[in-house]
């Protein structure tokens, strides 16, 4: 293998792949980028086994091939070496099976290779007719329900997003069981299939990293896992195995109070007044309706009290008295484009659910924390 | 205590004797800050009993003062709270002697205070005839010597700053015992009594953040204290006592072997060499010169080895093969201003010297590491 490449061609590549090298890696070789060059072009690939990012430079972008070949390059500080050698191309040589050359005029680096031939075989297949979105509404899915899954391994499930699809409605779920995120979309044409898996959110997290713009991504599904196509990139992910809980009963279906607020106005209340909040986790605030307003308050026994008043739009005759974790509030306010929120809830123990005045395909759901 | 004050105005201050409080303090008391209003103005100050930073705001600059009086407040997320009030005008009032209310039109804070009775006496005395230094000149004399001293507390001492005057000759010397770094100036007229005191470290790097433009510090210099004065700012440390060590002998005084070369090359060559760089701490690297070149190379026997080459301009016949730290280079090298600078060195052994080629009044040491 014998190459010579544009530095930032290279290094565009390596900033996608090197996202599917797990830092807590256990087995040597994946620790590894494959570098795999045909006259075809270089597929770079690194895994963790559960994830596998490919991507592939075509051979008009490659400077130059002097010959072909296949090796496996230690990842670690690759992407640095590469970016701190002082010119703009860079040559590639091996030296013998196990060591690869990587020079500019005045500098070289000679790695460590480890054998091509240990490297797992991950095969990345694809449908003939796969689901396709734009690039721009997949991240925007991933963006607004991401935050909610569970850190959590007790209940595995719930620290990936649901993903379903029946006929032309594809929907996203996260939920750590103390709140919820919902978002739906209308696909371009109906699907025959239905469609029902979980993501595992980690790996979704580093797919949103590698879309930029609104390309098409195709999405090929298949029982154990799913295949994301961007631009020149695979990305193909495990699926979490198990039936994600129904959670259509969580939202409530009618709401007694309805209050209309400004989000960025709320947004700065909440932060405000979460500076006090009880506990260490959750940031406990107080939200009390009365009269036209709303009244933000916290407390904490060691620093003191606060609050603060809001004019809100409401047809609301009754009081509410409720408590809620700030920073799930924060996390749902700030998924919502409009500028009008509205806040339903029922009664002072039901869900607070968030959604925007104009947009009824994102619902974001907070349960209440229960304060005495 | 009742007073209207400009937010901003109040941020400036509070940020600048914020340093003051550490997080690390036992006394409950040092963690608030010590609000003084008197027809004046608001004195404010804050201590961990070695560091004492106060600051005052002319009368003139605060919007109203509806009655004077003295408080501490807790210091913690102060700065966050007033900088989150969504008014540029706030209110401070105390409601009772250990309760003050912090507020603007629709939101306030109610933070606990504690009893200034019990606030430590603090003196800030000043002599009648200080030192007095530009803002920009001390600045660049911290700069430029502080990153060189020892994190370590097994000699207490080299965790200070040595400043020593004699006549109009002001030095700073800081050495953790593997690098120095000095840096003379001259003042405007020699002082009668010689100076040699040693400035806590960590203290000096908030006088530091402190200074921000040219304006005159005055430095008042006590056995056991100096007090900073910066405009509204007093900024007084303790001392560490003890004799500094001479320092004047480790500075070769003939080199046998003169380099001149390109510092931001250097700098790019030691930064990309150092990736491969062994040891955990130290990263060391390994320089040879002969034949008007430097090669700076390293290894790593897990990930491979690196080397480049430098240009230089050199009268020296002689070859040198020496290894030193890379962060302590790359740390020397950045305190110089000049493009051009020189490395002097005698043998493979003894201490390597940084300095720009015009500039003499700075100079910054490495020992090499041995190797085998």
Excluded: W
Aim: hydrophobic residues 40%; contains cysteine; aromatic residues 6%.
């Amino acid at each position: 293998m014998k190459f010579t490449i544009d530095k930032a061609i290279l290094l565009e590549n390596l900033n996608n792949v090197i996202k599917g090298v797990s830092t807590k890696n256990v087995i040597p070789i994946l620790n590894g980028i494959k570098f795999e060059l045909t006259n075809q072009g270089l597929s770079l690939t690194a895994s963790d086994s559960e994830l596998t990012i490919n991507s592939i430079i075509d051979a008009k972008e490659i400077k130059h091939i002097e010959n072909t070949g296949t090796t496996i390059i230690q990842s670690k500080f690759l992407i640095d070496i590469i970016r701190k050698l002082p010119n703009d191309i860079i040559d590639f040589e091996m030296i013998d099976n196990l060591k690869v050359r990587i020079y500019t005029e005045n500098d070289q680096f000679q790695l460590n290779c480890l054998d091509a031939n240990d490297y797992p075989n991950l095969k990345m297949e694809e449908h003939k007719d796969p689901i396709i979105l734009k690039g721009d509404i997949l991240k925007g899915l991933i963006n607004q329900t991401v935050f909610a899954i569970s850190t959590q391994e007790l209940r595995p499930l719930l620290t990936g997003i649901n993903m379903t699809i029946v006929g032309d409605s594809l929907q996203f779920i996260a939920t750590d069981s103390y709140r919820l995120a919902k978002k739906n979309i209308k696909l371009e044409s109906p699907i025959d299939t239905d469609v029902n898996i979980v993501l595992p959110g980690k790996n979704v997290i580093e797919l949103e990293k590698i879309i930029v713009d609104d390309e098409n991504v195709e999405i090929h599904i298949f029982s154990n896992k799913v295949l994301f196509k961007y631009k020149n990139i695979k990305f193909q992910t495990n699926l979490l195995s198990g039936t994600y809980p129904n959670t259509s009963n969580l939202i409530p279906t009618e709401y007694g109070i309805i209050v209309k607020v400004n989000k960025e106005e709320l947004i700065a209340s909440v932060d405000r007044f979460s500076l006090l909040a009880q506990g260490k986790d959750k940031n406990i605030i107080r939200m009390q309706l009365s009269n036209k307003f709303i009244t933000i308050s916290s407390y904490a026994s060691e620093l003191g009290n606060a609050n603060g008043k809001l004019s809100v739009d409401t047809d609301a005759s009754s009081t509410i008295d409720i408590s809620f974790s700030s920073k799930y509030m924060l996390e749902a306010l700030k998924t919502i484009k409009e500028e009008e929120i509205l806040l339903l809830m029922t009664d002072d123990v039901k869900p607070i659910v968030i959604k925007s005045v104009t947009d009824e395909s994102l619902i974001q759901l907070i349960l209440p924390i229960k304060t005495y």
